[in-house]
Nanobody, 124 residues
Framework: QVQLVESGGGLAQVGDSLRVSCTGS????????VGWFRQAPGREREFVAS?????TNTYSVNGRFTISRDDDKNAVYLLVNSLQAGDTAVYYC????????????????????WGQGTQVTVSS
């Protein structure tokens, strides 16, 4: 089992870049696929980016999102460039255990553990 804690959210301006972090507990965090999702008020949770166990493969919904991981720190990062007002949401990280190296996932039901989320607000 792993516990996930997101951090790094806050208030940003349109056009800025912002990096949010996800820290996982336990010695096997590197074996988890980790994804980032977000949920804006009144909307469903949506996929943003995913990184495979070991970090060899990544996928994001568009080029403004970059996901990376540092398994020495049990951390996964999401960098959002050229922030837009529509990026305002609570950002969640999620982890899938027993993930084969190189495979990433993007459906909410494919993830076993979720963090509490971090709020990102983009102001114009």
């Amino acid at each position: 089992q792993v516990q996930l804690v997101e951090s790094g959210g806050g208030l940003a301006q349109v056009g800025d870049s912002l990096r949010v972090s996800c820290t996982g507990s336990g010695p096997t965090f590197s074996s988890y696929c980790v994804g980032w999702f977000r949920q804006a008020p009144g909307r469903e949770r949506e996929f943003v980016a995913s990184i495979s166990a070991g970090g060899t493969n990544t996928y994001s919904v568009n080029g403004r999102f970059t996901i990376s991981r540092d398994d020495d720190k049990n951390a996964v990062y999401l960098l959002v460039n050229s922030l837009q007002a529509g990026d305002t949401a609570v950002y969640y990280c999620a982890a899938r255990e027993n993930s084969p190296p190189g495979l990433y996932y993007w459906q909410t039901y494919e993830f076993d553990y979720w963090g509490q989320g971090t709020q990102v607000t983009v102001s114009s």
